[in-house]
């Protein structure tokens, strides 16, 4: 009779340990994996849900980075319930960087004025008018906005969390 011997739970833990290392990417190179977060952050941030839509595929093909990293971290981003406060931010960044004001509903964070806004937006878009009060009101140029603060954002954003993932990893990875 054969006696085999049975694995401890020690080393079932380190067997888990080493399969969600490989996983998350960790023996992959800090640039790959800060790529993969830089990405993630990036689509799960732009406007309109296009990054996650569109170029995600593209940035995962395109540069073969982790996919349940990419995938994961956009995926979390993307289904924030807070969401809506990144995007009256980027909103509120487009229309600075378009030198345009900021209406006092997107200030305030003033729920019942923003909803007054947006239907006074759709009813002047029903109509065919350009208009909706006052010049960061109107449908257009809170729409153009949002875009532009959203891209920048989402650039700004991805770079930062690169620069950050990618300098841990290098810092965590140098030998003692």
Request: aromatic share 10%; glycine share 14%.
């Amino acid at each position: 009779m054969s006696h085999t011997k049975r694995s401890s739970g020690a080393k079932t833990g380190g067997g888990l340990r080493e399969r969600l290392k490989k996983l998350l990417g960790v023996h992959e190179a800090p640039s790959r994996v800060a790529g993969a977060f830089a990405a993630a952050v990036f689509c799960g941030t732009c406007p309109f849900f296009l990054g996650v839509v569109l170029v995600l595929p593209l940035l995962l093909w395109g540069f073969k980075l982790n996919k349940p990293v990419t995938i994961g971290v956009s995926a979390l981003l993307a289904a924030n319930p807070l969401g809506i406060f990144v995007m009256l931010a980027q909103a509120w960044l487009g229309l600075k960087l378009l030198g345009r004001d900021v209406p006092d509903w997107l200030v305030r964070l003033d729920g019942r004025a923003m909803w007054e806004a947006l239907r006074r937006s759709a009813d002047a878009l029903a109509v065919g008018a350009g208009g909706g009060g006052a010049a960061g009101d109107s449908p257009l140029a809170l729409l153009w906005a949002f875009v532009v603060g959203g891209f920048v954002s989402s650039l700004a954003a991805g770079a930062l969390v690169f620069g950050g993932v990618w300098g841990w990893l290098t810092v965590r990875r140098r030998p003692a």
